[in-house]
C-alpha cells in the first residue's frame, strides 16, 4: 500500500504526538503523581497496595504511605497491644481521608486528642473508597480478630444502607429471599483481573484524567460556581416501609458483629453550595433517607450521631466551609482539616464524657 507524501507526515505526526503523551503520562504518574491501583482480599476487603507510596492531588493534597495492611495509617507493627486500646474506624472516601494530611483526618487526630488527654487509644482507619454498610458486616469477622477494637466508628452518608447496599455492581450488597435479608457476596476475580489490568496500564490514567479535567471539568467550574445536582424525589410509602426493613436488617447485623460499643457518624451533605448559594437547610429527599436510618439505629439501640448540626454551626460561625478544598470548590467535596477537625473534637468529647463517669 502507497501513501500520498503528505499521509506519511500525517502518520509521523501522529505517532509522534502519541508517543510523547505517553511518556508524558509515565513521568507524571511515576514522578509526580504516584497512584497504585486498588488491592481486594476476602478478609480485609478494598483497600490500597500495602507499603505503597501514594500521591493524591484531584481534591486537596496528600502525600502518604499505606500500612501493612494496605490502609491510611502509619505503619503497625503489632495489631493488637496489651497496653493500649484500638478504636477502628470504618467508612467510605470521607474516612479513608487521602485528600488530606494524615495528621489532619478525623481519625488521627481523635487519637492525638485523647492521647494529650491521657487516654491511651490508638485509632486503626480502615476507610476505604466506595465502601458501604454490606462491606462492614461482611468483613467484620476479620477485622475484630485482626484489631481486637475496644471501640467500633462506622461513618455512614445517607445513601449508604440504602442506595449503596443495593446496588447490582457492588462486591457485597444487601438481598431479600423468602422474607429474609441476607449479604450477596460476588466472588471478587473480576476486581482482581483488573487489578492486574490497572498495574500495566494504571500509569496512564492520571496525566489522562489531567488533561481531560483542565480541557474540559475546571472551565466548566469555574463559570457554574459549583453548581450541585439537587435531589427532587420523595418516597412512596411503599418504596419507604421496604426500605426502612432494610435499613432496621443492617442495623441488627451491625450490632450483633461489632458489639455494644458500636458508634454510627452520620455525615450529612450539607453546607453546601447549590445554584452559587450557601445552602445549610434540610433538602427533603435526603432528609427522608436520614430519617429512615436514625429511626433504624433507634430501633435496634445503635448509638448514632448526627454531624450536620455541628458542621453547620461551624459555618454560621466563623464563615468557614467544612468542606471542599482551594484546588476545587469550598462547599463541594469532602470534609477538609477544618471539617474533620470538627468530627475528632465531638469524639474525643464523647468519649471523654463515657470515661469519665
Same mark, same amino acid.
Given at each position: 500500500?502507497?501513501?500520498?507524501?503528505?499521509?506519511?507526515?500525517?502518520?509521523?505526526?501522529?505517532?509522534?504526538?502519541?508517543?510523547?503523551?505517553?511518556?508524558?503520562?509515565?513521568?507524571?504518574?511515576?514522578?509526580?503523581?504516584?497512584?497504585?491501583?486498588?488491592?481486594?482480599?476476602?478478609?480485609?476487603?478494598?483497600?490500597?497496595?500495602?507499603?505503597?507510596?501514594?500521591?493524591?492531588?484531584?481534591?486537596?493534597?496528600?502525600?502518604?504511605?499505606?500500612?501493612?495492611?494496605?490502609?491510611?495509617?502509619?505503619?503497625?507493627?503489632?495489631?493488637?497491644?496489651?497496653?493500649?486500646?484500638?478504636?477502628?474506624?470504618?467508612?467510605?472516601?470521607?474516612?479513608? !481521608?487521602?485528600?488530606?494530611? /494524615?495528621?489532619?483526618?478525623?481519625?488521627?487526630?481523635? =487519637? @492525638?486528642?485523647? +492521647?494529650?488527654?491521657?487516654? #491511651?487509644?490508638?485509632?486503626?482507619?480502615?476507610?476505604?473508597?466506595?465502601?458501604?454498610?454490606?462491606?462492614?458486616?461482611?468483613?467484620?469477622?476479620?477485622?475484630?480478630?485482626?484489631?481486637?477494637?475496644?471501640?467500633?466508628?462506622?461513618?455512614?452518608?445517607?445513601?449508604?444502607?440504602?442506595?449503596?447496599?443495593?446496588?447490582?455492581?457492588?462486591?457485597?450488597?444487601?438481598?431479600?429471599?423468602?422474607?429474609?435479608?441476607?449479604?450477596?457476596?460476588?466472588?471478587?476475580?473480576?476486581?482482581?483481573?483488573?487489578?492486574?489490568?490497572?498495574?500495566?496500564?494504571?500509569?496512564?490514567?492520571?496525566?489522562?484524567?489531567?488533561?481531560?479535567?483542565? !480541557?474540559?471539568?475546571?472551565? /466548566?467550574?469555574?463559570?457554574?460556581?459549583?453548581?450541585? =445536582? @439537587?435531589?427532587? +424525589?420523595?418516597?412512596?410509602? #411503599?418504596?419507604?416501609?421496604?426500605?426502612?426493613?432494610?435499613?432496621?436488617?443492617?442495623?441488627?447485623?451491625?450490632?450483633?458483629?461489632?458489639?455494644?460499643?458500636?458508634?454510627?457518624?452520620?455525615?450529612?451533605?450539607?453546607?453546601?453550595?447549590?445554584?452559587?448559594?450557601?445552602?445549610?437547610?434540610?433538602?427533603?429527599?435526603?432528609?427522608?433517607?436520614?430519617?429512615?436510618?436514625?429511626?433504624?439505629?433507634?430501633?435496634?439501640?445503635?448509638?448514632?450521631?448526627?454531624?450536620?448540626?455541628?458542621?453547620?454551626?461551624?459555618?454560621?460561625?466563623?464563615?468557614?466551609?467544612?468542606?471542599?478544598?482551594?484546588?476545587?470548590?469550598?462547599?463541594?467535596?469532602?470534609?477538609?482539616?477544618?471539617?474533620?477537625?470538627?468530627?475528632?473534637?465531638?469524639?474525643?468529647?464523647?468519649?471523654?464524657?463515657?470515661?469519665?463517669?
Amino acid at each position: 500500500m502507497k501513501f500520498r507524501p503528505f499521509s506519511k507526515v500525517k502518520i509521523i505526526y501522529g505517532v509522534a504526538i502519541v508517543c510523547a503523551f505517553s511518556i508524558w503520562n509515565y513521568f507524571f504518574s511515576i514522578a509526580v503523581e504516584k497512584n497504585p491501583p486498588q488491592s481486594y482480599d476476602e478478609c480485609m476487603g478494598v483497600h490500597f497496595q500495602p507499603e505503597k507510596e501514594y500521591v493524591y492531588s484531584r481534591e486537596g493534597f496528600s502525600k502518604i504511605k499505606t500500612d501493612r495492611f494496605g490502609f491510611n495509617n502509619d505503619n503497625i507493627e503489632d495489631p493488637v497491644d496489651k497496653n493500649i486500646d484500638n478504636i477502628i474506624f470504618l467508612g467510605d472516601s470521607y474516612t479513608e !481521608a487521602i485528600y488530606i494530611k /494524615r495528621k489532619d483526618n478525623y481519625v488521627k487526630q481523635t =487519637e @492525638k486528642l485523647l +492521647n494529650d488527654a491521657g487516654y #491511651k487509644f490508638r485509632s486503626i482507619n480502615l476507610g476505604a473508597s466506595g465502601n458501604a454498610v454490606p462491606d462492614y458486616i461482611y468483613n467484620a469477622s476479620c477485622f475484630i480478630q485482626t484489631f481486637s477494637p475496644k471501640y467500633t466508628v462506622i461513618q455512614l452518608h445517607f445513601n449508604d444502607l440504602i442506595d449503596e447496599s443495593l446496588r447490582p455492581e457492588h462486591g457485597n450488597k444487601v438481598v431479600k429471599d423468602n422474607n429474609t435479608f441476607a449479604i450477596s457476596h460476588t466472588p471478587q476475580t473480576q476486581k482482581r483481573t483488573a487489578h492486574y489490568v490497572a498495574e500495566i496500564t494504571g500509569w496512564f490514567q492520571p496525566a489522562l484524567f489531567r488533561l481531560l479535567e483542565n !480541557a474540559f471539568i475546571s472551565p /466548566r467550574t469555574k463559570t457554574t460556581k459549583g453548581k450541585a =445536582e @439537587k435531589p427532587q +424525589n420523595l418516597l412512596e410509602e #411503599k418504596e419507604k416501609k421496604e426500605i426502612q426493613d432494610i435499613v432496621d436488617w443492617q442495623m441488627q447485623e451491625l450490632k450483633r458483629k461489632y458489639g455494644e460499643n458500636l458508634i454510627i457518624l452520620y455525615f450529612p451533605p450539607t453546607p453546601q453550595i447549590i445554584d452559587g448559594k450557601i445552602v445549610t437547610e434540610e433538602i427533603p429527599a435526603i432528609s427522608e433517607k436520614r430519617d429512615l436510618i436514625f429511626e433504624g439505629a433507634e430501633k435496634n439501640n445503635v448509638t448514632i450521631f448526627n454531624t450536620e448540626d455541628m458542621l453547620v454551626k461551624y459555618y454560621q460561625e466563623t464563615r468557614r466551609m467544612p468542606r471542599g478544598f482551594q484546588n476545587t470548590q469550598f462547599g463541594l467535596g469532602h470534609l477538609n482539616a477544618d471539617g474533620n477537625y470538627i468530627v475528632a473534637d465531638f469524639l474525643y468529647k464523647y468519649f471523654s464524657n463515657k470515661f469519665n463517669r
